[in-house]
């Protein structure tokens, strides 16, 4: 899809803010300095100074409404530079669950907070090691949750937790305080130096949404697509240095980028990234049409961006050479956020799968 004037002026500001204030180096120093919230402080607040953080927000409650492509073209910056920010935990899964299935109360409570940056929300939805929505195991009963949830993003600093779970046959989204008596925070970081969290549950008090399972089915598809497109993103920049360096680095008295066999590999890739990008844009305009194949084009969009941007920081690494395997140089990183990112609500395969039981196979 061609970008119209606003999306253009939006994709070029988050540009030149996430290279200004949420470079590489920043997430390379959040984790040398094992830092107590594991995000941005500073970024997070410019993107609230610049309303970022209210992109899904609806005007009447504080944000912008920019809708989802809006989120994408963000998350894609995001991805370019490894920023570290609580963007897709809050700004994404937190206000499209919110807005889609919660009552007039809790919109009017939290839609404001997430667009003003005073509040973070963790969606807490997998129970175990691998993505399985349809397969809850932490049980609502009587108004109290018990259960527990691995990789819950930014849990251990969050204010509100919008937990999954079942009730009789129904699966819906519920508010728990992560304050309450009953819950048990325990911080863990990924692979990509990113936080998570595994909390547990005892019976603690467990707030309905007006429609917690729409709630749910709105936050997976924003979050699948908006990670579509930071992986696109990711894949894209590994790319780039990737090419960057096969320009500048001699082998032999030569520029490697001159050996056949490499460039066959960059061909390849930027035709994968290319793809890539286009289906994540195109499930992000998909979901703001309200399109009937949407979850089908967002389901292919994870998948294919999944598997494309794990492809793009191996051959960044191979294609740097000794010196990709090492810490001190970034390239590394961009690989990790890769596989992170293309585990997080659902791995190639999973979407994959998904999509095919979508489209009748």
Known sequence: MKLNDEQQM???????LMADKGP???????????????????????????????????????????????????????????????FLSTAVLGAAALSAGGSDEQKAKWLPAIAEGTAIIALAVDDGAKHRPERLQA????????????????????DLLLVAAGEGDQAALYLVDPKADGVTVERTVMADSRNAARIRFDGVPAEAMADGAAALAAALRAGRAVLAAELSGLALEAFERTLGYLKERKQFGRLIGTFQALQHR????????????????QALDACDRGADDADQQVL????????????AGQEAVQMHGGIGMTDEFDIGFFLKRARAGGETLGDANYCADRFAALRGY
Do not use: C
């Open 139 to 158: 049980r609502v009963e009587g108004g109290t949750l018990s259960g527990e949830k691995r990789l819950v993003l930014d849990g251990h600093v969050a």
């Open 266 to 281: 960059a061909a390849q890739l930027s035709g994968e990234v290319a793809m890539s990008e286009a289906l994540a844009m």
């Open 300 to 311: 292919a969009a994870k998948a294919k961006a999944a598997r494309v941007a794990l492809l």
């Open 24 to 86: 590489v180096s920043h997430l390379r120093q959040l984790r040398d300095e094992h830092h107590d919230k594991g995000y941005d402080e500073p970024l997070w607040q410019a993107m609230v100074e610049a309303g970022l953080t209210g992109i899904l927000v609806p005007e009447e409650h504080g944000g912008i409404g920019f809708g989802l492509v809006g989120a994408g073209l963000v998350a894609r910056e995001i991805g370019r530079n490894l920023s570290v920010t609580p």
């Open 10 to 16: 939006l994709q070029d500001s988050v540009a030149r």
